[in-house]
């Protein structure tokens, strides 16, 4: 279901870039699947923990946005919400995901060198790639309160 994400952002259904709409569900089927799924102990870490809690939190946030927006109605707070939480919720979640590759890498390497390699390498990705989503909610977050400013005044 979380490709549908990037389907609806490439057939234009919701306004998303495709990009960053890809590298965040990339991200989440790996540490779901490759990561989480392929060693089982993982999900007993509190990077797990946290991982879901600011994954959960940004959803529900993000789809509750969205939902009152096409009905017409989007509380200021909500707005608020939705364009300044991410300032804790995408550390939170990026350093759960990167703890959770990097102690998968060990075990990893008992099922064969190269998935640790992968591993190892998609950590390396994760650097800019984090980057890359947060300063597009940064734009995003300066757009939105820029023109809720200019309507104040």
């Given at each position: 279901?979380?490709?549908?994400?990037?389907?609806?952002?490439a057939?234009?259904?919701?306004?998303?870039?495709?990009?960053?709409?890809?590298?965040?569900?990339?991200?989440?089927?790996?540490?779901?699947?490759?990561?989480?799924?392929?060693?089982?102990?993982?999900?007993?870490?509190?990077?797990?923990?946290s991982m879901?809690?600011?994954?959960?939190?940004?959803?529900?946030?993000?789809?509750?946005?969205?939902?009152?927006?096409?009905s017409?109605?989007?509380?200021?707070?909500?707005?608020w919400?939705?364009?300044?939480?991410?300032?804790?919720?995408?550390?939170?979640?990026?350093?759960?995901?990167?703890?959770?590759?990097?102690?998968?890498?060990?075990?990893?390497?008992?099922?064969?060198?190269?998935?640790?390699w992968?591993?190892?390498a998609?950590?390396?990705?994760?650097?800019?790639?984090?980057?890359?989503l947060f300063?597009?909610?940064?734009?995003?977050?300066?757009?939105?309160?820029?023109?809720?400013?200019v309507?104040?005044?």
């Amino acid at each position: 279901m979380a490709l549908l994400e990037v389907v609806h952002a490439a057939t234009g259904i919701v306004r998303a870039p495709i990009s960053t709409t890809l590298m965040q569900v990339a991200s989440r089927i790996l540490l779901v699947w490759p990561v989480t799924n392929t060693f089982p102990h993982l999900a007993k870490s509190a990077a797990y923990s946290s991982m879901l809690i600011a994954w959960s939190v940004t959803e529900v946030i993000r789809y509750s946005y969205f939902t009152l927006s096409l009905s017409g109605f989007t509380p200021k707070f909500m707005t608020w919400l939705r364009y300044n939480a991410f300032y804790v919720l995408y550390p939170l979640g990026i350093s759960s995901e990167c703890w959770l590759i990097y102690k998968a890498i060990e075990p990893a390497k008992s099922i064969r060198q190269e998935y640790a390699w992968l591993l190892q390498a998609i950590l390396g990705i994760y650097v800019p790639g984090s980057y890359i989503l947060f300063t597009h909610m940064m734009r995003q977050r300066r757009k939105v309160m820029r023109g809720k400013q200019v309507k104040k005044a």
